[in-house]
């Protein structure tokens, strides 16, 4: 079943988000294996990050094994902190 997860990074903007994609993704528009769906801007307070991968263990996998591991080293220019973070189990998904 696809996994829904959205980042919340409360004082991010544009410029941190380019380069903590550039040290997490394999490439500026190849998602990471598994992410069905991405899609990032600029929200109330802060910056929003809404993606889909095709299963929770996909998901799981890139967080335990990319995304955090790259963040507790820190990113240069990225996000300094770890996002507000909301998951759900996709109920209908269109793309």
């Known amino acids: 079943m696809a996994y829904g997860i959205v980042h ?10 380019e380069a903590s994609i550039a040290a997490v993704h394999p490439g500026r528009d190849i998602p990471p294996k598994g992410q ?5 801007g600029q929200s109330e307070g802060g910056w929003t990050i809404m993606v889909v991968h095709d299963s929770k263990e996909s998901w799981e996998k890139f967080r335990d094994e990319i995304l955090m591991p790259r963040m507790r080293q820190g990113i240069a220019g990225g996000f300094p902190t770890p996002p507000e973070e909301k998951t759900f189990e996709v109920h209908h998904l269109l793309h």
């Open 8 to 17: 919340y990074f409360p004082g991010g903007n544009q410029a941190q988000y």
């Open 36 to 40: 069905i769906f991405h899609a990032a």
